[in-house]
């Protein structure tokens, strides 16, 4: 069964029981706990696992024998896709990242991609949004410059691991698989991320190519592909 595939079913309903994630996932029941225990999946209740957790995982796993990039190297990879220079890499390994970078397909990429940050998606009060969207501990990314209409409803943002726990318990955050407070720990330099954030189109990109909404994820995919193209040129 085709990761798509898999989505497709799991979407169907609101809740799944562990053995049946573990069944989709092709992994052990112990490796479904542990997921939910490092909060890659929800739970909804004993033996029950939030469904659109289960939906955002596969998402971001799609072409999962691919080599994921470690943080530093993901980042490198963004800031090049960006039109920036990465220069806490070595000139050969940038070097050998710019090649990858243009010949790799966008699925591919996106799963490389993969560990540049830990998601976490929250809810809460619509007035957080406005809060979180003018902290200067977080690094908001635009979705308008991938042609969107700007969603005041929403926020995909990226901090310090530091700052997690004080933003959430400050601001009464309810975790939630499918919130639309969306906060991406990453602890590489946050400076570096926020240059890159503001530079083109490849860091937003990749969020909306891992997103639970198929227009999106779609829009992101081709936005992506683009940056590529660019590079190659």
């Known amino acids: 069964m085709s990761l798509r595939g898999t989505i497709t079913v ?19 029941t112990k490796t479904v706990f542990r997921l939910i225990e490092s909060g890659d999946l929800t739970r909804a209740a004993r033996g029950l696992v939030d469904r659109a957790s289960v939906e955002r995982y596969l998402a971001n796993r799609q072409g999962g024998r691919t080599r994921v990039w470690s943080e530093h190297t993901a980042w490198g990879a963004l800031a090049l896709l960006s039109g920036l220079t990465a220069d806490w890499l070595g000139s050969v390994q940038t070097s050998r990242l710019r090649s990858t970078l243009r010949s790799i397909d966008t699925e591919d990429l996106i799963v490389r991609l993969r560990d540049r940050a830990t998601v976490h998606t929250y809810t809460g009060h619509r007035s957080v ?28 943002a990226y901090l310090d ?33 926020r240059r890159i954030a503001n530079h083109g189109t490849a860091l937003a990109s990749v969020d909306a190519a891992t997103s639970l909404d198929p227009r999106t994820r779609g829009l992101g995919e081709r936005t992506l592909a683009d940056s590529s193209t660019r590079l190659t040129a």
């Open 129 to 156: 949004i406005t809060r979180l969207s003018a902290d200067d501990r977080l690094v908001v990314v635009d979705t308008t410059v991938l042609g969107q209409v700007a969603d005041t409803t929403q926020v995909n």
């Open 10 to 28: 799991v979407a169907s309903i609101d809740i799944i029981t562990t053995k049946e994630v573990a069944h989709l996932l092709g992994v052990t």
């Open 161 to 193: 691991p530091a700052h997690l726990a004080t933003i959430v318990g400050s601001l009464g955050l309810k975790q939630a698989a499918d919130g639309r407070m969306t906060l991406r720990v990453t602890t590489f330099d946050i400076d570096r991320v």
